[in-house]
């Protein structure tokens, strides 16, 4: 049984192969532009409000276009769809790179092209998702699925670093322009499938146009499935109950020290617990009870958490400033792993277990579900924050997150039996 990352995808299947390629690349540059983005706009306004609002450009289309772009892909030749919404990304991408090189002062130019871009993306990644399981065979989605998540941590990684380099070095019209160029890699990675109408199966095409009563067929098909569902719920527990990220910038500014330094080394430390969990991640295709490893992963989100908070609380008494940092760190690599391991089979019983003319749909869900979760998280985690303090609220937070999983399992059994050999929604 293989220990290490599991490449079997990439050797076996050159279509996904071109895309796999594509995607990452072009999400190497989508990270370099995150933090560019925010950079420039603290830039034009010496403003750390101004900065939050670039969040809420980014969310509000995220969830509308998630929705709806979920919908197309159901009704729609998703290599299509895809490539539509990845040439409107890489557009918003070289209008970035123009108002940088004609010297833009109007933060508002910036927050329109985040709320594009966002919107963009909102589609093309449910669209990809959806895309694997139609190229790839059922025993290969994990292995795949790890793969992908490899690759986000790595562009969390990557990117950031970059934007970092390019901007000191030639400015943000630099940077912009690196990741337009970049980005044409995902159009080329879309553009050499063949064509892939959804698959309606025996129901036939639906009598209904994409819209409303699309997406809200989507959520019917959710209420009554209770395996698909609680890969929703148990990730939404997780990230309202024990988000950390909203307690970095205190962290960093007053608990441990070192400023914004601290604060991008706990964000790193995240994404390398990721890309190590993934390196050795060759073992995950062999499981089969994909439900009971799902909450036993959150549980070491939680527990990873709770631990980040024990840090930050002995910081200066029990443990000296940089000791605990080092624990904090370490804490937060933990979190990244179990995070990772989540996602690979979250991702796996959705393509698995969902009918392919609601995969779309499920998948546009599943990334407001991402999107959203982390953010109410921040704001319900920002306000007990500064009731009972940073490291109370991730101890208590992380603590809630593991006995969240425990009532979980009770309420849905069948979850934790579920059988990846026999996938049931």
């Known amino acids: 049984m293989p220990l290490l990352l599991d490449l079997t995808p990439l050797r076996a299947n050159p279509a996904y192969r071109r895309l796999y390629t594509g995607f990452t690349l072009s999400n190497v540059g989508s990270q370099l532009a995150v933090v560019a983005v925010g950079l420039q706009v603290y830039d034009l306004t010496r403003s750390t409000a101004a900065v939050g609002v670039v969040g809420l450009c980014a969310l509000v289309p995220l969830v509308v276009m998630g929705l709806y772009g979920g919908a197309l892909i159901d009704h729609f030749d998703r290599r299509r769809v895809g490539l539509v919404a990845q040439s409107v990304a890489f557009l918003t991408s070289v209008a970035c790179a123009i108002q940088a090189w004609l010297g833009n002062t109007h933060v508002s130019v910036l927050y329109a092209l985040v709320a594009v871009w966002n919107g963009a993306f909102a589609v093309t990644s449910p669209a990809r998702t959806s895309i694997y399981p139609r190229i790839l065979d059922r025993d290969l989605l994990p292995a795949a699925n790890a793969l992908s998540v490899f690759a986000m941590n790595a562009s969390l990684t990557v990117g950031p670093l970059l934007a970092g380099v390019l901007v000191d070095w030639g400015g943000f019209r630099t940077a912009y322009t690196v990741d337009a160029v970049i980005t044409t890699a995902a159009l080329w990675g879309l553009s050499t499938l063949p064509p892939l109408p959804p698959d309606h199966g025996e129901d036939g095409p639906p009598t209904s146009r994409p819209g409303l009563r699309s997406v809200l067929d989507g959520f019917a098909f959710l209420a009554t499935r209770p395996n698909v569902r ?150 319900a985690g920002g306000v007990v924050a500064s009731r009972i303090g940073e490291g109370r609220m991730a101890l208590f937070g992380g603590i809630a997150c593991v006995l969240a999983m425990g009532v979980l399992a009770r309420l849905q059994p069948g979850f934790v039996r579920y059988d990846a050999h026999r996938p049931t929604p």
Request: aromatic residues 8%.
């Open 230 to 379: 609680m890969t929703f719920v148990a990730d939404i527990a997780a990230m309202f109950l024990a988000q950390p990220r909203v307690l970095f910038p205190a962290a960093g500014a007053v608990i441990f020290g070192g400023g914004a330094k601290t604060v991008g080394a706990l964000s790193a430390a995240a994404a390398v617990g990721g890309i190590l969990a993934m390196f050795f991640s060759g073992r995950l295709g062999h499981v089969r009870r994909q439900g009971a490893a799902i909450l036993v992963a959150i549980v070491g989100w939680g527990a990873a958490i709770a631990g980040f908070g024990v840090s930050m609380l002995a910081a200066g008494g029990a443990l000296s400033r940089p000791h605990a940092l080092y624990a904090g760190l370490v804490a937060m690599a933990v979190a990244g792993a179990s995070d990772s391991v989540s996602a690979v089979f979250r991702t796996t019983i959705l393509q698995a277990a969902t009918p392919d003319h609601l995969r779309g749909r499920l998948q546009g869900v599943f990334i407001v579900v991402v999107a959203g979760g982390p953010r109410l998280g921040e704001l």
